[in-house]
């Protein structure tokens, strides 16, 4: 095991670390970002994430799950003086037990498992990196295989982004593309390896209520940006458009809720298809 690094200073190697907080190109340069909390931290040693360094709190007496990592996990282990470790915690008055510094995979959508009942989401352009989490936390609860987030968007790694999707990052594939031309490619070549992926994008005035389409079939299901909804260019890729019947004064829903609630019936539908055919 190699030995504890040190560090009691906001050094270079701190101030790198720090701006991979606030600082999207750095993050993308390093290929690294950081992750903080017990059950995040955990799934991406759990998921196989590389893990490049360990920084925990030098002076305090670490938990049953802080010494386990430590102990196990194959990176560098390094000792924080605490009020500096607050700084990567972003915590204002105490350091973190524990924080990562883990490896960006790349952006390939070939991480999906695009299997026979492949359901995925496409995010086009979303501004709110605290909306990616919450749309990957759905999409790993009601069993989508992926996340796509399409043109100049919030980043997929910015800490909130992590934050809000407690963990399941780690569990459900995100990929970030520059546009639509990389992915009909790859949804083409599946469509002809002969599995019909439908694009179905979610709209106000969509063709039908999102109760009466068929989810069972493969779905890359498209979620528009928060103030504009999709592009032109996706509305016009679009196989299928939905909406969701809402009553009150409301005229819409956050992008993130919007997504939930169409993954939730997306799932009902596939669960109830399973129990028909068991």
């Given amino acids: 095991m190699p030995p504890v690094q040190r560090i009691t200073s906001r050094n270079a190697r701190f101030q790198q670390w720090e701006s991979l907080l606030n600082n999207r190109n750095k993050r993308t340069r390093a290929r690294e970002f950081l992750v903080q909390g017990v059950r995040p931290v955990s799934m991406a040693?759990?998921?196989?994430?590389?893990?490049?360094?360990l920084v925990y709190d030098a002076r305090r007496t670490?938990?049953?799950?802080?010494?386990?990592?430590?102990?196990?996990?194959?990176?560098?282990?390094?000792?924080?003086?605490?009020?500096?470790?607050?700084?990567?915690?972003?915590?204002?008055?105490?350091?973190p037990e524990l924080v990562a510094v883990i490896e960006m995979p790349a952006d390939d959508l070939g991480r999906f498992s695009a299997d026979g009942d492949f359901?995925?989401?496409l995010f086009d352009r979303p501004t709110s990196p605290g909306n990616i989490g919450s749309i990957i936390r759905s999409a790993d609860a009601f069993g989508a295989h992926g996340l796509i987030v399409s043109g100049h968007a919030a980043d997929v790694y910015d800490p909130k982004s992590v934050r809000a999707s407690t963990g399941s990052l780690f569990a459900v594939p995100a990929v970030r593309v520059p546009s639509p031309g990389g992915v009909m490619a790859w949804v083409e070549a599946k469509r002809a390896a002969g599995q019909s992926i439908v694009l179905v994008g979610t709209d106000e005035k969509g063709d039908c209520d999102v109760f009466d389409f068929d989810f069972t079939q493969p779905v890359l299901l498209l979620v528009g940006n928060e103030t504009s909804g999709l592009s032109s260019a996706w509305r016009g890729l679009c196989d299928h458009t939905v909406s969701i019947p809402m009553t009150g004064s409301a005229s819409s829903l956050n992008a993130a809720n919007a997504a939930t609630a169409v993954l939730y019936e997306a799932s009902r539908q596939r669960i109830a298809a399973r129990r028909r055919t068991a």
Avoid: C, F, H
Avoid at 45 to 53: D, E, L, N, Q, T
Avoid at 68 to 95: F, H, Q, Y
């Fill in 62 to 95: 670490l938990s049953q799950w802080a010494e386990d990592l430590l102990r196990t996990v194959d990176a560098e282990r390094v000792a924080m003086a605490p009020d500096i470790l607050a700084d990567l915690g972003e915590k204002n008055e105490s350091a």
């Fill in 119 to 121: 359901l995925g989401v």
């Fill in 45 to 53: 040693v759990r998921y196989g994430w590389p893990v490049k360094a």
